[in-house]
């Protein structure tokens, strides 16, 4: 059997990877911290779990769903009003996916035909490329570079090359540079999307993972940005409900109806309970989130902290659940230290080149183990490397 030509390029997946390393090492006794996949390791708020019992218990709760409960459109519009002061209509403005990933996958088969030119950060989370290799479009990266402060420069992008794109993929707070963009920079590419006629999908599955007070922004919160795209929410991280399907796509009415025509075609909605549970999130008492935030925070200064008396410094990041970390001294190959790192300590990161060329020289730790774990984790490094030598 011949496998379709697509596959060829699809690069197997580094999650893969180091899982298959991650057996190899623990067969030798070895106890490996994995802080590579961004799964949260904390459960969702009790009342949450209970809104998601008591409809599994209901049961007329088993059918297909279609377009989702109207008290769930609602609570995210009220939300979205809430947290960005952003109006939505929840009749045309709200698209509920089975987990943002849904969304973020099938959007360019609406919008890409083979050839269109899609930007893609560089490095980026991994489905903004692979939703564009998919529909067999043609990827112009967009490069994240620290002296850019990881935004992409639009001015790089050539006339002519931004007058065929079709899509350009944002992420703020960004999977895997850690970093936050302010308004002016979502106000330059609303800008430039309009000039090029793209169409501008912003994933703010981070929005509610951020530190020192800081609060991150809407890229709907822009005068105009409805007219050029939508935006991607998901509860995953927000409310620790990864395993619990639940996402949104938000903004252009015309754009996410095409999105909505693709799904009707492939899955018939999001299980009712989990829907419950999705409102009961929304609605319900939100010092979850701050509680979330806040231990986040302190999983981030243990390990910062503790990695720059080692002589490894990084950037302590303002949201999101990672770190990007610039290699240690004396190391070159993102790859190879990732590899070190396991062997020598027994730890899991992904190197940065796996999000991306340009992601080669950093690797991304995921704050996914408590304060104790991580404190274990400077231990072992003190203990198997010596970056001031
Ligand atoms: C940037 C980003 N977007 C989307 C997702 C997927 O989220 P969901 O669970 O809503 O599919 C992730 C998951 O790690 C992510 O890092």
């Not at 043609?138 to 079709?166: G, Q, T, V, Y």
């Amino acid at each position: 059997m011949n496998k379709a030509k697509r596959m060829d390029s699809l690069a197997s997946g580094v999650f893969n990877e180091m899982e298959e390393k991650k057996q190899r090492v623990e067969a030798r006794g070895v106890k490996v911290i994995d802080l590579g996949v961004g799964s949260p390791d904390l459960p969702p708020a009790p009342h949450i779990i209970e809104a998601l019992r008591r409809s599994a218990n209901n049961p007329s709760h088993y059918r297909y769903t279609l377009v989702g409960v109207r008290r769930l459109y609602e609570a995210l519009t009220g939300w979205y009003k809430n947290r960005f002061n952003v109006d939505l209509d929840p009749d045309n403005e709200v698209l509920l996916l089975m987990g943002s990933q849904d969304g973020l996958a099938h959007l360019a088969m609406a919008y890409v035909d083979p050839g269109d030119i899609a930007l893609v950060p560089d490095p980026g989370y991994p489905i903004y490329s692979f939703s564009i290799q998919m529909a067999q479009g043609e990827i112009f990266p967009l490069p994240l570079l620290a002296e850019n402060r990881f935004l992409p420069d639009f001015s790089l992008i050539p006339p002519d090359i931004a007058a065929k794109a079709k899509l350009m993929w944002l992420n703020y707070p960004n999977n895997p540079v850690a970093v936050s963009a302010d308004r002016e920079f979502f106000e330059r590419a609303v800008e430039f999307a309009r000039k090029y006629d793209i169409l501008i999908c912003h994933d703010v599955a981070y929005a509610e993972l951020a530190y020192d007070g800081f609060k991150p922004m809407s890229f709907l919160e822009v005068p105009g940005a409805k007219d050029v795209g939508i935006e991607f929410y998901s509860l995953s991280k927000t409310y620790n409900m990864a395993g619990c399907r639940i996402g949104f796509a938000l903004g252009n009415r015309e754009v996410l109806s095409n999105l909505a025509l693709i799904k009707s075609n492939i899955d018939y909605g999001v299980f009712h309970p989990v829907q419950e549970a999705g409102i009961a999130a929304l609605t319900g008492p939100q010092e979850c989130v701050t509680i979330n935030a806040q231990t986040y925070q302190r999983r981030r200064d243990v390990l910062v902290d503790g990695l720059a008396e080692l002589g490894w410094k990084m950037p302590k990041p303002n949201a999101s659940m990672f770190i990007w970390a610039p290699l240690p001294p004396g190391y070159t190959s993102s790859t190879l230290f990732v590899s070190e790192l396991l062997e020598k300590a027994g730890i899991i990161v992904i190197p940065g080149v796996a999000f991306g060329n340009r992601g080669e020289g950093y690797v991304r730790i995921a704050l996914v183990r408590d304060e104790g774990i991580l404190t274990e984790v400077v231990k072992r490094v003190r203990q198997s490397f010596s970056f001031n030598a």
